[in-house]
């Protein structure tokens, strides 16, 4: 029996992290590469995937090699539901929570295929 709390703890110690948070909100919108992310989060990329391996770990995140470019996914579109009843949950204690925008492909500044469909490397 405790063995399924601690998957569940192990699960929620996996979400408890703003940036996990945030690459799990833009996962939900398309399969990303790592330098897609770190252009959208404006973080270096040893950080991003740092939490891409905890989130990967945790069975949260998928990914697939194209080349010398790894894609991530979500493992389960569930989580998409369960992020937004935290929201609401929070929004009935009277919090402000909302989603961070998004930006749309293509994006600014990225070299991924994603943004440069031209391209067949990422520098």
Known sequence: MMDGYKRQASLMRALAHPMRLRILDILQESECCVCHLTTVL???QPYVSQ???ILREAGL????K???IV?????DQRLAAL????REILRATGALVERAAIPVSPVSGCPCPKCNP???QVT
């Open 42 to 44: 404006k973080q270096r």
């Open 51 to 53: 939490q891409l391996m």
């Open 61 to 64: 995140v998928l990914d697939r």
């Open 66 to 68: 194209e080349g010398v």
């Open 71 to 75: 894609y991530y996914r979500l493992a």
């Open 83 to 86: 992020m937004e009843s935290a």
């Open 118 to 120: 031209g391209d067949s």
